[in-house]
C-alpha cells in the first residue's frame, strides 16, 4: 500500500511538471491501451493530462468514463475545447456525459455544438464587452472599471441597438479621450468587419490576417452580435484544417501523428490502401478490354493519362466547391438538384474547350487529325462526369453516414479513370479505321 501510494505521488509530480510529455506518450499508444492507462491514473493526474492531448483522442479515451470522472476532468477544458471533445463522442456518450457538465458551461457547450465544426462559431469567445448606443462615455468607463476584476477583455467595446444587432464598435483610446457626457454612439465607428458565425475558419483566419486584426466580432445572418473571434484562435485551427486536409486526401487519418505507434499507423492506413488498390485493378480492368485496340494502335496509351488527369483535376475542383458548401451549410435539399446541373454543365463547357486544345494539340503532335477527335470526345465525356461525381458524390456519402471528406476523393477518382478510359477507348474502337 505505502509503495502504491509512493508510486501514485510520483506519476502525479511527473504529470504536474511535464503534463505535456505524458500526453505524448499516451499518443504513441493504440487506443485500447492508452485507455487501460487513463483508466488506471489517478482521476487528479488525469485532469492535468488530458487537456494536453488532441481533442478527438481524448473523446475516445473518455467514451468509458464514468459520470463523476467526467464531472472531474471537463472544466480543465475551456467551453470551445469542451464542445469539440464532446462533439467527438458517440451519440449515446454525448448524452450520458453532457448533463454532468458545470452548469457554467453547459449552455455555452451546447451553442457551441449548433454551429459546424470548422467555423468561427466554434471558434468565438463569449465573454465580451457591449454598450448600448446612447449611453454616456462616464457610464462605460465605470461599466469597464467593474468588469476589469473578472478579467474581461477590454481592447475593443461593441455597441448594440435594441435588438442586439451590432451597430458600432468603441476604440478604448477614443472612449478615454471622448467628452464623458458624450454618447457612445458620437464616439464609435460606425463602419464594422464582422465574420459570419458560418464562415469557414480557415476562410476567417485569412481575412483577419489580411487586415492585421486580432480579433474581430461575430455575428448571425441578422447581424446580432454572438461573440468574439482571436485571430491566434482562427490561425491555430486553420493549421489544424490543414495537416487533417491533406492527411484524409492521401488516405490517411486526421487522428495520426509522426510518432504514432506502427500499429496505430498501420490500422488507419492499411484500409485505405486496399481500397486504393481495388480501384486501380478496376481502372486496369476496364484497359485490359480494350488491349488489342491498343496493340493495333500503340499511340492511345500514349493519352491515357491525359484523359484521366484531365477528369481527376476537374472533378476535384467540384468536390472541393461541394464540401464547402456542406461545412458552410449553404446546401438545403432543394438546392442539391441545382448544384449538380450546374456542375454538370461546367463539365460540359470545360470539357468542350479543353478538348478542342487537346484535340488540336493531338492532331498537330501524331498528323492524325481523327485522333483529335476521339481523344476531344473522350475528354468531355469524362469532364461532364467529373462534374456530375465531384457533386454527387460527396452528398451520396453524407446522405449514407460516410464520412465526405475521407471517401470522396477516392471514389471520385475511380470514376473519373474508368470512365476516362472507357469513353476514350469506346470512341477508338468505334472510329478504328481512321486511326489506323
Not at 382 to 387: D, H, P, R, Y
Not at 405 to 422: E, K, R
Request: with cysteine; aromatic share 6%; net charge negative.
Amino acid at each position: 500500500m505505502v509503495a502504491g501510494d509512493a508510486l501514485t505521488s510520483l506519476v502525479e509530480r511527473f504529470a504536474t511538471d511535464d503534463p505535456c510529455a505524458v500526453a505524448r506518450a499516451l499518443e504513441t499508444m493504440d487506443d485500447r491501451s492508452a485507455a487501460e492507462a487513463v483508466r488506471d491514473l489517478p482521476t487528479a493526474v488525469s485532469v492535468l493530462v488530458l487537456p494536453h492531448l488532441q481533442v478527438s483522442f481524448a473523446a475516445q479515451l473518455l467514451e468509458g468514463a464514468t459520470p463523476e470522472m467526467f464531472e472531474a476532468i471537463i472544466p480543465g477544458f475551456d467551453a470551445k475545447r469542451a464542445a469539440s471533445l464532446l462533439m467527438h463522442m458517440s451519440p449515446d456518450s454525448l448524452e450520458r456525459l453532457l448533463p454532468h457538465t458545470p452548469a457554467n458551461m453547459r449552455n455555452e457547450v451546447r451553442s457551441l455544438l449548433a454551429y459546424p465544426e470548422d467555423s468561427v462559431g466554434r471558434m468565438m469567445l463569449t465573454n465580451h464587452l457591449t454598450f448600448r448606443e446612447h449611453e454616456r462615455v462616464s457610464d462605460a468607463i465605470r461599466k469597464i472599471r467593474r468588469l476589469a476584476a473578472s478579467r474581461m477583455p477590454a481592447s475593443y467595446g461593441y455597441v448594440l441597438d435594441d435588438h442586439e444587432r451590432l451597430v458600432g464598435v468603441l476604440n478604448m483610446r477614443d472612449l478615454l479621450l471622448a467628452s464623458e457626457e458624450a454618447e457612445l454612439g458620437t464616439v464609435m465607428t460606425r463602419d464594422v468587419f464582422t465574420l459570419n458565425c458560418f464562415m469557414d475558419r480557415t476562410e476567417a483566419a485569412d481575412q483577419l490576417s489580411k487586415r492585421r486584426f486580432f480579433a474581430a466580432p461575430v455575428v448571425d445572418e441578422e447581424n446580432r452580435l454572438l461573440g468574439i473571434a482571436k485571430a491566434e484562435n482562427l490561425m491555430h485551427g486553420a493549421q489544424e484544417d490543414i495537416a487533417e486536409s491533406i492527411q484524409m486526401m492521401f488516405g490517411g487519418s486526421p487522428d495520426e501523428r509522426a510518432f504514432s505507434s506502427i500499429w496505430f499507423s498501420l490500422k488507419k492506413r492499411l484500409p485505405w490502401l486496399h481500397v486504393n488498390l481495388g480501384t486501380a485493378f478496376l481502372a486496369a480492368y476496364v484497359v485490359s478490354l480494350f488491349q488489342d485496340t491498343i496493340a493495333q494502335i500503340t499511340v492511345l496509351a500514349v493519352f491515357l493519362p491525359v484523359v484521366a488527369g484531365q477528369g481527376g483535376n476537374a472533378g476535384a475542383q467540384s468536390l472541393a466547391i461541394v464540401m464547402r458548401g456542406l461545412v458552410m451549410r449553404e446546401l438545403t435539399n432543394k438546392r442539391v438538384g441545382v448544384l449538380i446541373a450546374k456542375e454538370g454543365l461546367l463539365g460540359l463547357i470545360t470539357g468542350t474547350i479543353t478538348g478542342l486544345v487537346t484535340g488540336v494539340i493531338a492532331w498537330i503532335w501524331q498528323g492524325n487529325p481523327m485522333l483529335g477527335v476521339v481523344i476531344g470526345l473522350g475528354m468531355i465525356v469524362n469532364l461532364v462526369t467529373a462534374g456530375l461525381s465531384g457533386a454527387g458524390i460527396p452528398l451520396l456519402m453524407r446522405s449514407l453516414g460516410f464520412d465526405p471528406a475521407q471517401c470522396s476523393n477516392i471514389i471520385l477518382t475511380t470514376v473519373t479513370d474508368v470512365v476516362g478510359f472507357l469513353a476514350f477507348l469506346g470512341f477508338a474502337v468505334l472510329f478504328q479505321s481512321y486511326l489506323v
